[in-house]
């Protein structure tokens, strides 16, 4: 008869892998009170009609006004200042990834649009 050969060791499992917790779920900011609004309208209406005079922590500023803080670190790293943003059209815009609707709403507010409260 033949038989295998005996080893010395014994042959373990692999330990478990480590489980992950989800991703936590992202987390809305509360729903804006009329004071939050009226202080938005009020912050924007303290930006000039002509925003050549602008610097770049500035158009940072304007940006998050206007609810498009997706791009502040897109104008910052690009230094985007007042005068190259009012030198920009759809096309510039929409090469830094800007979406049509707020190319739109920010091509407004460079030609004088204001949102009113």
Known sequence: TTSLPSTSQTIKPPPPLPIKPPPPLPIKPPPQTQEDKQAIYEAISRFPQDLSGLGVADVSRLLGHLNLSDYVQTFANELIDGTMLVSMDQESLESLGVKPFHCKKLLDFI???????
Do not use: D, I, Y
Not at 111 to 117: E, H, K, V
């Open 111 to 117: 030609g004088g649009w204001r949102p009113r409260a």
